[in-house]
């Protein structure tokens, strides 16, 4: 029985994680993410981080990199980066509120999470 709950439990967790429900409203993700910063972790490296999102739609980020963020029709945050190590870089990210927290998601799989302060 102990050999099938931990075959099992890990099935559980990834189930739990696709069954998160995202936010899905473009105008909802604006008003959750203009004006504030985002202290979070990007879960792949363990890395911390902060992203300031500007209403103007600025994306501020940490070592002098810049880059645009918004939100598209399908209700995505997403950021293309305009300077530093990652230009070029651009994705949409699944968000969800879970805790206090905000959770990011790429391809179904959680990316980043995260405190988002005004």
Known sequence: ???VLCLLLPLLVIGQAQAQEFLRDKAEIEALLAG???H???LR???AYTLTFGADGVLAGEQNAG???WANEQGQYCREWLSGPLTGNEACMD??????QILLFSNGRRVAEGILQR
């Not at 968000?95 to 206090?100: E, K, M, W």
């Open 45 to 47: 490296t363990g890395s």
């Open 95 to 100: 968000v969800a509120l879970s805790g206090g």
């Open 40 to 42: 979070g972790v990007y």
């Open 36 to 38: 504030a910063t985002l």
């Open 1 to 3: 029985m102990k050999r």
């Open 67 to 69: 880059a645009r963020w």
